[in-house]
């Protein structure tokens, strides 16, 4: 170890930003403060990404332009197709999805209900049960639990290592000819453990059954190439690593061949075939459409667009290669500086089986992070004794990182 640690982390991580291709995306974004009250660390993009100016500008456009002049007639002239015109473009930089296979629309909570009733619908009768994790995040396990009330189906637990997430073995040992559907995370919200979507995909077809995955921490950071592993199913946010802001709605995919069977349980007018002839019945539109409700939030979505050109400006691939620096660097500076001051890193060493944050367990975890938080230092508390590191490979910085665990070291060390 080097006499000081403090130093030589520091060079490091000057020496990682002069190298890093994406440095300069830094300054796309909105600056988080000025002067004494600028933050000195934002390391939780993965739970709310930061904006981008463009997307200041654009908003501010469509008030001016779009709603203010064009006024209702936005509706046919853009807004009619924009769920589905910028899902295609989410699908087709982040998702690996060809055309016609992705809408933005609701939470994801309501658009993973949504997917998850049609699939446990559209099973055949005797394939009763849903698949789902511990440790997945807790609104896909209620939605989960509230889908087997409605319908009588049973959920299938799997318990994985909290330190890890669920693997292959895992899924294998509870997949029968009752499977329905699973229902798993891609990056486990907790500890980063990225999930072998390829491979279980594969299993769960092996039964029979369908997959759906929840790409919340993935979109945007880690390649998901859903067309290329035959998907069947994938929800996830747009407010974390795509930065479209709070409360930005969701996207979901439905891969081609399922589309004309699946009927999700919201039926509304905007899912409608044709919904301005507002005749008495329903009648799903053919393709994604069917899987709009209501109309669709155009001012909550404008945001989506910004950072998903800006990864087809510099490639997914440069974006995970940056994530897998991020999280290289932070494990290691981790160990070297707070292991001797009580913190284990608990997110997984291996980086092909991790996504882009890096959980730290320590037992004054919870206060720690309020005087992070106080000190500008903004990452993540996650009960009972983590602390989370979301690295965002276009807006995070080597420097920032290493800024932020000398912060955590003297709070540490005190
Ligand atoms: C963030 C997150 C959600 C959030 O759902 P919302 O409906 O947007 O609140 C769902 N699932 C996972 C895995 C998440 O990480």
Redesign the pocket.
Known sequence: MHADPLTALRREADELDATDPLAPMRELFVPAGKGENAVRAYLDGNSLGRPLKATAERLADLIAHDWGTRLIRSWDERWMEMPLRLGDRLGRVCLGAGAGQTVIAD???VLLYKLLRAAVAGAPARRTEIVIDSEN?P??RYIAAGIADETGCTLRWITPDPAKGVELAEVEAVLSERTAVVVL?HVA?KSAWLADLPAITRAVHDAGAVVLW?L??SAGAVRVDLDEHEVDLAVG?TY?YLNAGPGAP?FGYVATRHQDHLTQPIRGWMGHADPFVMGPGFEPSPGMRRFISGTPPILAMVGIEDTVALIEQVGLDQVQAKGELLTAATIRWVDWLLRPLGATVVSPRDPSRRGHHVTIAHPRARELSARLWEREVIPDFREPDGIRLGLSPLSTSFGEVAEALAVMADLMAT
């Open positions: 939470s994801t909570t995040f609104t896909d995370s919200y929840d919340c921490h946010c974390k969701a």
